[in-house]
């Protein structure tokens, strides 16, 4: 399978995305286009369309090599989702062991240079995982499909949910997750949220996101909109991103855990920036990863290519392997 890197961009001039409200004759010309973007948008959505959530895949990777996690990332979603299309969004500076290992399942890099200084409703977006926010909606809209954080692990087909308009899930029982989200092309759904989250922006860390979706989808009839939200044990974040949560997906014996059904857990997201403290452990130990009964173990040995062994993951950095079969 042939990767195809282009110089792309998702916004006309990259992931800005400008306040609105600015008055038009102090707009510069790189805002004046984000919000033309945002009209535009408005003015070619489509509204309860029957054509079902396209199979691409896309990952955003940026400031960092590839690691083994996001490399997992990409061979379970081929290997679960079995999708028409991976597209991997990246700065550039992705190339490792991983990520060349990583290529052949891998239909599209976009190479996507994030400007450096951002603004929106006049605060600054400083933070990566905010430019990635806005990024994801601005795929979604213009692609459509599957988008999925790199620390996400397929389990299980998603075609039962592609006829819906949109789909999401729940982080607990009491929020909605941004990590995986899935819509139609040119979806209203999206855009209309992407107008509400630019809205909410305010620097704080998931005030425009966790938040925002959260209270975007609890004022819609869900039913006559298309919008599937699928409970939190059974959907894309099994476990709750807090400490009790995350220990969970470490604990062994998961299969005994009330409530839980790995046949009906489409997809587990392993939280990596909370569960710092536990991947050097786990992640990296191919003897751990050989006999865990944890929610994580389980599902990274299911996720490994045939052929895989200890000498991949330990000599990872000199990279004299030899194609994994796909």
Not at 167 to 174: M, T
Not at 200 to 226: M, N, P, Q, T
Not at 235 to 250: D, E, S, V
Not at 283 to 293: G, M, R, V
């Amino acid at each position: 399978m042939s990767v195809r890197p282009r110089n792309d961009t998702i916004y006309p001039t990259g992931d800005e995305v400008i306040d609105s409200s600015v008055k038009p004759d102090r707009r510069t010309d790189r805002e004046k286009d984000c919000v033309n973007w945002l009209k535009s948008c408005e003015e070619n959505c489509v509204q309860n369309s029957t054509t079902p959530i396209p199979k691409h895949v896309h990952f955003v990777s940026l400031n960092h090599p590839f690691s083994f996690m996001e490399w997992l990332a990409v061979v379970s979603a081929r290997n679960k989702i079995k999708p028409d299309k991976i597209t991997v969004y990246t700065d550039g500076l992705q190339d490792s062991c991983w990520w060349r290992r990583a290529l052949p399942y891998i239909d599209h890099q976009i190479i996507h240079t994030l400007p450096g200084a951002n603004v929106l409703n006049r605060v600054p977006i400083k933070l990566l995982p905010h430019k990635s926010d806005f990024l994801r909606l601005s795929i979604l809209y213009h692609s459509g499909g599957i988008y999925m954080d790199t620390d996400i692990l397929s389990l299980n087909s998603f075609d039962p949910l592609l006829k819906h308009q949109m789909v999401l899930a729940e982080q607990c029982h009491y929020a909605l997750n941004v990590a995986l989200m899935m819509a139609q092309k040119h979806s209203c759904l999206v855009c209309r949220f992407a107008h509400y989250s630019c809205e909410r922006f305010d620097g704080g860390w998931v005030h425009h996101s966790v938040d925002a979706l959260s209270s975007f989808i609890r004022g819609l009839d869900k039913e006559k909109e298309g919008v599937l939200v699928v409970p939190w044990k059974k959907g894309f974040h099994p476990m709750c991103w807090n400490a009790n949560g995350i220990n969970q997906l470490y604990k062994e014996n998961f299969n005994d855990i009330p409530d839980y059904n790995r046949s009906e857990i489409y997809s587990v997201h392993l939280y990596n920036n909370k569960a710092k403290n536990l991947i050097p452990k786990t992640l990296h130990n191919f003897d751990w990863i050989q006999t865990s009964t944890s929610l994580v173990g389980l599902t990274i040995r299911e996720s490994l290519p045939p052929g895989f062994s200890k000498h991949h993951l330990n000599e990872s950095s000199r990279c004299t392997d030899i194609q994994l079969p796909k």
